[in-house]
């Protein structure tokens, strides 16, 4: 999992992450997760689906010539796909938006809640979460901080994450959203939202 940001970069992210806490006195988590879900439906869906297709294939250019070879031929490429679909790049390709969606969201509140606001005493938490096999970002503040920022804000802190990233520069991404978030933070509630220092979590990237 940390293959994808390089051993500075990591050093990099995290230094500015406690600059940020020390200056804002927000909590901020920032989690790259190998995936929000395993999707057992998904690897099943690509090898029907898939299976189905390479079949007509199949027939198209060879003939059956006994009855059961069609139903046969089927089952097996249908479970061979599976076992192809069971692959990051396969699975992607049998997710859909919506599922894609739910279940991110769904992650990234559990993540939000059990690593962040349920482990601190002042509760101003927020959190950035990077989904790898869905390509997802996840941007979610707490309560007090929900009173200034608005969703369309916290969608800028997703888009400038997405350039960086689409230029494999993951850590300029955390190092540039953390910023802004920084600036709005302290433009917004005037300078610190809240007193509560030392940092109560850890300050570093959790690779889930």
Not at 21 to 41: H, I, M, Q, R
Not at 96 to 117: N, P, Q
Not at 178 to 191: N, P, R, S, V
Request: aromatic letters at 12%.
């Amino acid at each position: 999992m940390k293959k994808i940001l390089l051993q500075d970069d990591i050093q990099h992210v995290e230094t500015r992450l406690k600059q940020f806490e020390a200056n804002t006195g927000c909590e901020l988590l920032l989690v790259v997760a190998d995936a929000s879900d395993p999707y057992p439906a998904a690897s099943w869906r690509f090898g029907v689906i898939s299976g189905f297709l390479l079949s007509l294939c199949f027939s198209y250019y060879f003939e059956f010539h006994h009855s059961y070879f069609w139903p046969l031929t089927i089952l097996l490429l249908t479970l061979l796909m599976t076992w192809v679909g069971h692959f990051p790049w396969a699975k992607r390709l049998a997710l859909s938006d919506w599922e894609i969606d739910r279940e991110c969201g769904e992650k990234s509140v559990e993540y939000f809640h059990t690593l962040g606001t349920s482990q601190v005493s002042h509760k101003v938490t927020a959190m950035i979460m990077v989904s790898i096999l869905e390509k997802r970002i996840m941007v979610l503040v707490d309560e007090k901080l929900k009173t200034q920022i608005t969703q369309e804000e916290l969608n800028e802190l997703v888009a400038i994450m997405k350039k960086h990233f689409k230029d494999g520069n993951m850590g300029l991404g955390f190092i540039q959203s953390i910023q802004a978030l920084e600036e709005k933070i302290l433009k917004d509630f005037g300078g610190r939202v809240s007193d509560a220092k030392p940092s109560e979590l850890k300050d570093q990237i959790h690779f889930l």
